[in-house]
Every structure is written in structure tokens, then in C-alpha cells.
């Protein structure tokens, strides 16, 4: 039977499941050892991986603080108003929801509040660099509302706001998307704003991938703009796997009824115990510090790419995520992706706009710099960060495996000196 690699870390887990204990280690070297550059992914501090396994797991919470349906909440009562009250905080919002499972159902707690099934929904196209749940159609958004969608402008990579008003005001939908998942420019939330108001439509800005940078000033707020702020709780805001929904006040009674009862049973408490610390460390001045490194590491790994002839989508970033075109490189993304995982280098392979490749093995990946920055990289590294992803795409092209371990012990060597943020190792 294999062994776990710590048994000092989880000494109860590895007494009564090894195997699995086993699986924990190997990923806690994993984290430890490769450059993590999937923009969606981050490490959370060691508070915060506490809070997420206390015992709070144990307590059911139907209902909201004060109005509960099972006793026993004197404790849980106060962790969910701290992770709320920090939240309307760090955010600057009326209202905040912490109870939402993941960013899913945070957006679909929005079409529960604001739309009927049939309605007429807009989102930014998934190719384009939308998400699933702004009205895609193999999503349920998509099969249940009637979902229109805007993309960017082929010879630019940015949103055409005249294309949108258009559509908008065509098609006059009862709620509108803004943000996605592959977008590496600043959102215009007071563009969306005006469209929203036009058309007389809810606007809702999903900020998941952003939220981090908007709580530590890096990105402009969409609170004086939107109506509904959706947001998951990892990625550049560093806390555990959740979601949070915000509003302006007149929104709080309609959201807090999409998600409870309308969507969810009892919150996950020890989630959002971690969502409090999380909100907690953002509020101070080193997350401030931390989110600015952000966008100015990625600003230096794209120009760095640039100058290694890589063709970036929208011709680079503003915020923490690069959209690279491979198509000039003649390697597809999957296959680039795949071979520098091999090298130590934790990428996804993405469509890009206008992708004539599918999506399963599309033409490009996506990378960000969240978790780099965690580990305390600077703009210094990203010159070799790039040299990395350039000799791994090569290598990728060529079936050169001894490059990509060559880079894989080179990254690895460089990371000891950089101990990533909760890990044991």
C-alpha cells in the first residue's frame, strides 16, 4: 500500500485512509514544485484552509442569521454576518448573499430573481470569452431563457459597445451579462451601464475572475454601475471554493429568496467561515499590494511573450490573464498545454475568438498570474517565465521531452527558493 508523502500534516487522515492521504501529498507536492499559470486558480492562506475544515462542517443552517429553521445557531449566526458584513465592506455594496454553493448557482439564483423561464437573457458568447452560464446553450441558462449573445471585434479582441446597444436594444433582454472567464482587458462596467438602463434590462457584472483585483483597487468597481454583482470566492480574491452574490438594497430580498429556498438547502458553514477570513485578509493593505502585483506581472509576462513573437489576443492584458493565439506557433493549444504540463507549467488549453479549431482542441491556452504572485514572484521573473513557455511550446511542437524536463527542473529549482502560501511542503 502506498504511504502518504506527510503524515505529520493529516495524521488523522493518514491513520484512517492512507490511500487516499497518499493522493493529498502527491497534490501538495504538485502545488509545491510547478508553476500554476490557469488564471482561475490561486493558493489560499493557511487561516483559510483552517476555516475551511472546522467544525462547522457539522452544523445545518437553513435560512439566514436570526431566521433559521434548525436551532443551535448562537455561533453559525455570527460567521455568516462577519463574512457578510466584510464582504458589503471590502466591496462597498448594500447587500451581500455568502451561501451560494459556486459560481453556477450564484448565476442562477440571478435568472430565478429576474427572469421567467422563456425570457430573453445577453451574455457575452462562450468562443468569445463569455461563460456558460450567461445564456450559452448547452448550459441550462441557455435552454431555459432565450439567451443572445455579443462577442469582440475580430481585427481588435475587445467588445464593440455600438454591437452591443444594437442587440441590446433589438432584442431587449430582461437581464444582461458582463465579465467571463477569457477576457484580458479591462471591463467597461459604465459602457454596460448606459446599454442596461436603455434597455430597460437587470445588469449583472460576474466579476469571478476579477473580484480580487476590484477589492484591492486594480480594476474599476462595478458597483456604481450594475444591479447584481456575481462573483465566485477563489481565484484572485484567495479564498476557498464559493460564491457570493451583491447588490444594491432594492435587489436584496429577490436574491436572498433565489438562493434560499429558491435554489439551495443549508449553506456550507465552514465555507463560509473560510469566505470571512478570506474577505478579511483582502480588506488589508498587503492584498492591496498583492492585487497590483497582479496585473503588473501580467503585463510583463505579455510583453515578454510579445517580444517571443506570440500573438495575444486584444495584443495583451490589463488585468491578471493572457489569451494566447498559437496559431503562428503551428502548435494547437491542447497539444501546448499537455506538453507544458509535462515541464512543470500548469496551463488550459482555450478557444480564442473567431477559433476555426473546436473546443475540445482549440487553438490557444490561457494564463494568468494570481497564483505566481501568491508564491511572491515579481515583474523580475517573467522574463524566464516566458523563456519557459516559449521553449515548452517549442519542445511541444518538435516531441522534445527531454527540453520540457530540462524546463520542469528548472522551474522546480527556481520555486524552492519561492514556498507557495498554506502548503505544508
Not at 164 to 174: H, M
Request: charged share 20%.
Amino acid at each position: 500500500m502506498t504511504t502518504p508523502q506527510h503524515p505529520h500534516t493529516h495524521p488523522a487522515l493518514a491513520a484512517a485512509d492512507p490511500e487516499l492521504a497518499a493522493l493529498v501529498g502527491a497534490e501538495e507536492r504538485l502545488q509545491a514544485e510547478t508553476l500554476r499559470l490557469i488564471p482561475s486558480e490561486n493558493y489560499v492562506s493557511a487561516a483559510v484552509l483552517e476555516a475551511s475544515g472546522t467544525v462547522l462542517q457539522n452544523k445545518y443552517s437553513e435560512g439566514y442569521p436570526g431566521r433559521r429553521y434548525y436551532e443551535g445557531q448562537q455561533n453559525i449566526d455570527q460567521v455568516e454576518t462577519l463574512a457578510v458584513e466584510r464582504a458589503k465592506a471590502v466591496f462597498g455594496v448594500d447587500h451581500a448573499n455568502v451561501q451560494p454553493y459556486s459560481g453556477s448557482p450564484a448565476n442562477l439564483a440571478v435568472y430565478l430573481a429576474f427572469a421567467e423561464p422563456g425570457d430573453t437573457v445577453m451574455g457575452m458568447a462562450l468562443p468569445m470569452g463569455g461563460h456558460l452560464t450567461h445564456g450559452w446553450g448547452v448550459s441550462a441558462t441557455g435552454r431555459w431563457f432565450r439567451g443572445v449573445q455579443y462577442g469582440v471585434r475580430q481585427d481588435t479582441g475587445l467588445i464593440d459597445f455600438d454591437e452591443v446597444r444594437e442587440l441590446a436594444l433589438k432584442e431587449r433582454p430582461k437581464v444582461i451579462f458582463c465579465g467571463g472567464t477569457a477576457l484580458p482587458r479591462t471591463i467597461d462596467f459604465a459602457a454596460f451601464g448606459e446599454i442596461a438602463r436603455e434597455a430597460g434590462a437587470v445588469l449583472v457584472a460576474d466579476v469571478a475572475h476579477i473580484a480580487g483585483l476590484i477589492a484591492g483597487g486594480a480594476h474599476p468597481s462595478p458597483v456604481p454601475h450594475v444591479d447584481v454583482i456575481s462573483t465566485t470566492t477563489h481565484k484572485t480574491l484567495r479564498g476557498p471554493r464559493g460564491a457570493m452574490l451583491m447588490s444594491r438594497e432594492e435587489h436584496a430580498k429577490a436574491l436572498d429568496k433565489a438562493v434560499f429556498p429558491g435554489l439551495q438547502g443549508g449553506p456550507h458553514n465552514q465555507t463560509t467561515a473560510a469566505i470571512a477570513v478570506a474577505l478579511r485578509e483582502a480588506s488589508l493593505p498587503s492584498f492591496r499590494d498583492y492585487a497590483h502585483a497582479v496585473v503588473a506581472n501580467a503585463k510583463a509576462l505579455a510583453e515578454a511573450l510579445l517580444a517571443r513573437g506570440f500573438d495575444l489576443v486584444s495584443g495583451g492584458t490589463d488585468n491578471h490573464l493572457v489569451l494566447m493565439d498559437l496559431t503562428p506557433k503551428q502548435v494547437p493549444g491542447k497539444i501546448a498545454a499537455k506538453a507544458l504540463d509535462r515541464a512543470g507549467i500548469v496551463v488550459n488549453y482555450n478557444t480564442v475568438p473567431y477559433d476555426p479549431r473546436k473546443p475540445f482542441d482549440p487553438s490557444g491556452i490561457r494564463i494568468g498570474t494570481p497564483s505566481l504572485t501568491s508564491r511572491g514572484l515579481t515583474v523580475e521573473h517573467m522574463d524566464q517565465v516566458a523563456d519557459w513557455i516559449d521553449r515548452g511550446v517549442a519542445a511541444a511542437g518538435t516531441g522534445d521531452e527531454q527540453a520540457l524536463a530540462t524546463v520542469r527542473a528548472e522551474v522546480a529549482d527556481l520555486l524552492t527558493a519561492f514556498p507557495a502560501p498554506g502548503l505544508p511542503v
